[in-house]
């Protein structure tokens, strides 16, 4: 069993930064993508960004990029996340989840094990 564990929300005001912290333990088998998703209230869950399973690639939604990075930590089985120029549309709660295989999916429906989520909250 894969358990996963969010830090690091908060309130910020719009232009700020916040960084999310996501620790994973328990086995798991194969190769692995290790990766963040937002959902804002009576929205679906959306995909934020992810690292490839051989961390030699990531991917970003379009919404995100050049604001976010993502990044991982191999040895302590941690993914973070940065969250820079914040935007009041950020606002969503946030989730670290894992999929098996080497590539991200955009769709949640594709990964098995989630944290319990943290809240984000951009104020303008």
């Known amino acids: 069993q894969v358990q996963l564990v969010e830090s690091g929300g908060g309130l910020v005001q719009a232009g700020g930064s916040l960084r999310l912290s996501c620790a994973a333990s328990?086995?798991?088998?194969?190769?692995?993508?290790m990766g963040w998703f937002r959902q804002a209230p009576g929205k679906e869950r959306e995909f934020v960004a992810a690292?490839?399973?051989?961390?030699?690639?990531?991917y970003y939604a379009n919404s995100v990029k050049g604001r976010f990075a993502i990044s991982r930590d191999y040895a302590k089985n941690t993914v973070d996340l940065q969250m820079n120029s914040l935007k009041p549309e950020d606002t969503a709660v946030y989730y670290c989840?894992?999929?098996?295989?080497?590539?991200?999916?955009?769709?949640?429906?594709?990964?098995?094990?989630w944290g319990q989520g943290t809240q984000v909250t951009v104020s303008s």
């Open positions: 328990g086995r798991t088998f194969g190769p692995y993508v």
């Open positions: 690292f490839t399973s051989s961390g030699d690639g990531f």
């Open positions: 989840t894992i999929r098996a295989g080497s590539n991200p999916s955009t769709r949640h429906k594709d990964y098995y094990y």
